[in-house]
Structure formats: C-alpha cells, structure tokens
C-alpha cells in the first residue's frame, strides 16, 4: 500500500525521473483492488450504476469507479513514463498502446529490469540493491541458532577453521 501512496500522494503528476518495477506493478495491483474489485461491487450493490442495460454486472459502469478512475488516470500515466525511463526509454513510448502490438511492447518494457546506475532519466531507484539484492534484509533477520546466517557457528560445515 506504501508503493501506491507514494505514486498517488508523492508523485501526482510527476513524468521525470525513473519507477521501478515494484512501484509500478504495486501500483497497478492496488489500482485494480481497489477500482475495479471493491469500488465496483459497492456501485452494484447500491445501485449506483449507468448505461449497459442488460449487461453483465462487471461490464456496467459505476459512479464512483469512474470518479476513482478519472482521479488516478494522472498518476498512472505518470508511473508509467517514469518506468519506461527506468529502462531507458522517453516516455513517448507508451503511445505505443494505442496499437494491437503496441500493447505487448509497452507491457514488455513495464516487466523489463530498469538500467542499473544512473541513466539520461535519473538516478538509479532501486541505488545499491542492484549490487546486492537482500542488502538491509539480512541484519533485519539475524538469527543466532541459525548456522546458515552465522559462519562462526560450531554446526556450521562449511566453517573453514574446523577441521574434517
């Protein structure tokens, strides 16, 4: 939920700069959460839908996940340039969904690593995790019974200074 708060709240209409991934897909997770699963089924059950007569239910449109999407339309857009920065390329590039190939292209570089170190776009979001991808989790779960964490653990077989 951070992820999305950071997209909607601290990045509104931000286009520069660089998205990574887990920003992206949090963002676009939530998004869906929230708009088209629990903002839909409170629009059918208070019957706040219009048009699509005759329609099934998921196909109708409701006030308030229309309002929902109109006000997040700007920041999905924005993460989704800042992530085609992330790998490279300009932002443009999402006009790409406008045609049938297009779609899978834009899709292909949303799933695509971002550029490692800093690029035309920005710096690096993820910084140093790039070298080390755990970096900060393993002191957070240090466990001294663990022989795996710890090298200095006498069970430890792989401890240099026991002898076989």
């Not at 049938?100 to 140093?128: M, T």
């Not at 393993?138 to 710890?150: G, H, I, K, L, S």
Request: charged share 20%; proline share 6%.
């Amino acid at each position: 939920m951070e992820w999305y708060l950071k997209v909607v709240r601290d990045n509104y209409a931000n286009f520069n700069g660089r998205a990574r991934r887990k920003e992206y897909w949090m963002f676009t997770l939530v998004n869906f959460i929230i708009g088209s699963v629990i903002l839909r089924t409170i629009d059918q059950l208070f019957g706040l839908t219009f048009g699509g007569e005759g329609l099934p239910w998921y196909s109708q449109n409701g006030i308030l996940s229309t309002v929902y999407s109109l006000a997040v339309l700007i920041p999905g857009l924005a993460v989704s340039v800042r992530r085609l920065h992330d790998t490279g390329r300009s932002g443009w590039n999402f006009l790409w969904v406008f045609t049938c190939i297009g779609i899978i292209y834009v899709l292909y570089l949303a799933i695509l690593e971002g550029d490692h170190g800093h690029n035309e776009y920005g710096a690096d979001p993820k910084g140093d995790e790039n070298q080390d991808p755990f970096a900060g989790q393993r002191e957070a779960y240090q466990d001294p019974n663990n022989p795996y964490t710890n090298p200095h653990t006498p069970n430890n077989p792989f401890d240099s200074d026991r002898p076989v």
